[in-house]
């Protein structure tokens, strides 16, 4: 019988949560071809924060978008939790996805019609969690990310630093073995942006638990474990981020979410039911 992919005991291979060796992605054909990726060798040892940084249209996306199984890589080979996600069912790939992945999209792909706490509950309620469990722990990690006071709120009525907190939570709180963010500090000041990688960094790191971050944001690299440079589709080098006290004090981290601003009331909104 073969391994199951939702199993959350399944032994790591030696590389660790993400290993990929010669990693290519090719989008479109002929004259308007465009090489993504072009042979990305990379591995992420469980417990370890990977920032992924380089100028726009380097193929940060792209690859970590392999990663977490959303495109299919053209060549190479990348094994995620110790599966090739391409290789799986379909099905199969969707439930070790739902379970085990969690994805911060730069465009947060909030639902428009849901409020913030059935956005959040998302993951819980596909894996089927009853629906009042799921708002619970929905709210619990809201209230990590400073909008416990926005529960009934639709993502409308939010800003956009508002809506990204919302993002990370939702890709919180199923507790993944992997979490993977593009650009997650992107709309945030300095504060919130600090108390959500001490947040990503608590939640999402641990034994056989990791987290990939893409950014552009240097205030948040004294975080990483390790940081690799993309350039044109390659990675062209790795190693330890810089240290802290080589940025300048305003980027250090901080300790809270700034929640002052945050009215006591709300308006009542109208519930907006899931099927």
């Given at each position: 019988?073969?391994?199951?992919?939702?199993?959350?005991?399944?032994?790591?291979?030696?590389?660790?949560?993400v290993?990929?060796?010669?990693?290519?992605?090719?989008?479109?054909?002929?004259?308007?071809?465009v090489?993504?990726?072009r042979?990305?060798?990379?591995?992420?040892?469980?417990?370890e924060?990977?920032?992924?940084?380089?100028?726009?249209?380097?193929?940060?996306?792209?690859l970590?978008s392999?990663?977490?199984?959303?495109?299919?890589?053209?060549g190479?080979?990348?094994?995620?939790?110790?599966?090739?996600?391409?290789?799986?069912?379909p099905?199969?790939?969707?439930?070790?996805?739902?379970?085990r992945i969690?994805?911060?999209?730069?465009?947060?792909?909030?639902?428009?019609?849901?409020?913030v706490?059935?956005?959040t509950?998302v993951?819980?309620?596909?894996?089927?969690?009853?629906?009042?469990?799921?708002?619970?722990?929905?709210?619990?990690?809201?209230?990590?990310?400073?909008?416990?006071?926005?529960?009934?709120s639709?993502?409308?009525?939010?800003?956009?630093?508002?809506q990204?907190?919302?993002?990370?939570?939702?890709?919180?709180?199923?507790?993944?073995?992997?979490?993977?963010c593009?650009?997650?500090?992107?709309?945030?000041?300095?504060?919130?942006?600090?108390?959500?990688?001490?947040?990503?960094?608590?939640?999402?790191?641990?034994?056989?638990?990791?987290?990939?971050?893409?950014?552009?944001?240097?205030?948040?690299?004294?975080?990483a474990?390790?940081?690799?440079?993309?350039?044109?589709?390659?990675?062209?080098?790795?190693?330890?981020?810089?240290?802290?006290?080589?940025?300048?004090?305003?980027?250090?981290?901080?300790?809270?979410?700034?929640?002052?601003?945050?009215?006591?009331?709300?308006?009542?909104?109208p519930?907006?039911?899931?099927?």
């Open positions: 019988m073969g391994a199951d992919p939702d199993n959350k005991n399944l032994e790591m291979p030696a590389a660790g949560v290993h990929c060796r010669g990693v290519t992605k090719v989008f479109g054909t002929g004259e308007s071809v090489q993504a990726l042979g990305i060798d990379l591995d992420i040892a469980g417990g924060l990977r920032m992924l940084v380089g100028p726009s249209g380097c193929g940060k996306t792209t970590i392999v990663i977490a199984g959303i495109l299919d890589r053209d190479g080979e990348c094994r995620v939790l110790g599966q090739d996600l391409q290789a799986l069912p099905n199969a790939r969707t439930r070790l996805r739902g379970k969690g994805f911060v999209f730069q465009a947060y792909n909030l639902i428009p019609t849901l409020t706490e059935e956005n509950a993951p819980l309620l596909i894996q089927g969690l009853r629906r009042r469990e799921a708002l619970e722990r929905a709210g619990a990690m809201l209230d990590r990310v400073g909008l416990g006071g926005r529960r009934q639709l993502p409308s009525q939010l800003s956009g630093g508002q990204q907190r919302v993002a990370i939570a939702r890709a919180l709180v199923h507790e993944p073995d992997l979490v993977v593009d650009e997650p500090t992107s709309a945030l000041d300095h504060r919130t942006g600090d108390a959500v990688m001490a947040l990503l960094r608590e939640v999402a790191v641990g034994p056989g638990r990791s987290l990939v971050v893409v950014t552009h944001d240097a205030r948040i690299f004294p975080y474990d390790a940081v690799s440079v993309m350039d044109d589709g390659r990675i062209v080098s790795s190693g330890p981020p810089p240290s802290a006290a080589a940025l300048p004090t305003s980027t250090l981290p901080t300790a809270a979410f700034p929640t002052a601003a945050l009215p006591d009331r709300l308006p009542s909104l519930q907006v039911a899931t099927p």
